[in-house]
């Protein structure tokens, strides 16, 4: 006689999980696209319907019932409260930042997990591309083969190359890590500034400590990834900016405010041979008439580093693999904790 698998007596519970948004759901839309409101549905019943502060009125008995709320930018957060939400234990965050509306649901032992290691990597791929063409030299070449006498092969500037070369990052927060790891099949030297680098973590990421000093004088390319904290405002000066090598690169997806912007165009205008890469300043865009807008060896673009269109679906892949994590009862990879308000990346 065949003999048949018994029943589990375990009954697997049913975890109720929703959206809330801002009235414009097109983030929510973008990030949540069908095929991953199937991979949510596979673990939890999930509410088609958008909360939102004009609608959730009607839907005050779903909201009721809700253990998991998926969000990202624009988060309502006059919602997220206990009456609205009593059931709610988990908020899975498809951004970053969760400073606006994140403490008092800490505070009352909600989990918060970001998809801040998904940004984190688009930030990442971006400073790859730009440190590789910095080492090329591509961004200075390009600006002189503008003019017909320095375009020729053997004529225009041509970078140091990669091989070898000495890469500085400033700060080892996430994004600075995944840039080492994307770093590596390069062979460079990779130099690196963060007062709570231990030399045996260092060690392992394949990293020099150095001073910012050292991190400014040596290196061909220097990125910056400084926490934004307010003691680190301004700390990237004129005499660090000055002290750059000859033909040097910075890069900065960082935060405007921690470079003196007075040092920086001051230095620049003295020096054609550096180059700075700003896809962030202070304030952003930068005022009419900064000077930022007319020097050749400023390239700016528009804090665009980060998730934007097809990457958007990568901070919903990020969540909801929290998401199962949730369901199987295993640990929460990224979640937030109150201390962590206090360094924001």
């Given at each position: ?108 032992e ?30 200075r ?36 890590r ?61 005499p ?70 097809d ?24 979640v937030?904790?109150?201390?962590h ?5």
């Amino acid at each position: 006689m065949t003999s048949h698998p018994q029943p589990s007596k375990h009954v697997i519970r049913t975890i109720q999980a929703g959206f809330v948004s801002s009235p414009d759901c097109s983030a929510i839309n973008r990030i949540f696209d069908a095929p991953r409101r199937g991979r949510i549905a596979r673990v939890a019943q999930l509410s088609p319907v958008i909360l939102t502060p004009e609608n959730f009125g009607q839907y005050r008995e779903d909201a009721a019932r809700m253990e998991v709320l998926f969000a990202t930018w624009g988060i309502p957060s006059e919602l997220l409260t206990p009456e609205i939400f009593p059931q709610l234990r988990v908020v899975l965050y498809a951004g970053g930042s969760i400073k606006g509306f994140g403490r008092p649901l800490l505070e009352r032992e909600i989990q918060i997990t970001t998809a801040k290691a998904a940004n984190a990597l688009c930030v990442a791929q971006f400073c790859l591309g730009q440190i590789i063409l910095a080492c090329k030299g591509y961004f200075r070449n390009t600006q002189l083969c503008r003019q017909p006498a320095m375009a020729a092969p053997g004529v225009a500037f041509v970078g140091a190359g990669l091989y070898g070369e000495k890469i500085a990052l400033i700060g080892m927060g996430a994004v600075a890590r995944e840039l080492v790891r994307l770093l590596r099949p390069f062979q460079l030297q990779i130099q690196a500034v963060d007062p709570y680098l231990a030399p045996a973590e260092a060690e392992m990421l394949g990293v020099q400590i150095v001073t910012m000093e050292q991190a400014f004088a040596e290196p061909y390319v220097i990125s910056n990834h400084l926490p934004n904290l307010p003691e680190l405002v301004g700390v990237l000066d004129g005499p660090l900016f000055a002290s750059m090598r000859r033909d040097a690169t910075f890069i900065n997806t960082g935060r405007g405010a921690q470079v003196n912007e007075s040092g920086l165009i001051e230095v620049l205008r003295r020096r054609p041979d550096l180059t700075a890469l700003l896809d962030v300043t202070d304030p952003e865009p930068p005022k009419p008439g900064s000077p930022l807008y007319e020097l050749p060896n400023v390239q700016l673009s528009s804090h665009l580093a980060g998730a934007y269109h097809d990457e958007l679906p990568r901070l919903g892949d990020c969540v909801i693999d929290e998401l199962e994590r949730y369901a199987a009862e295993q640990p929460l990879l990224y979640v937030e904790r109150l201390e962590h308000l206090e360094r924001t990346a």
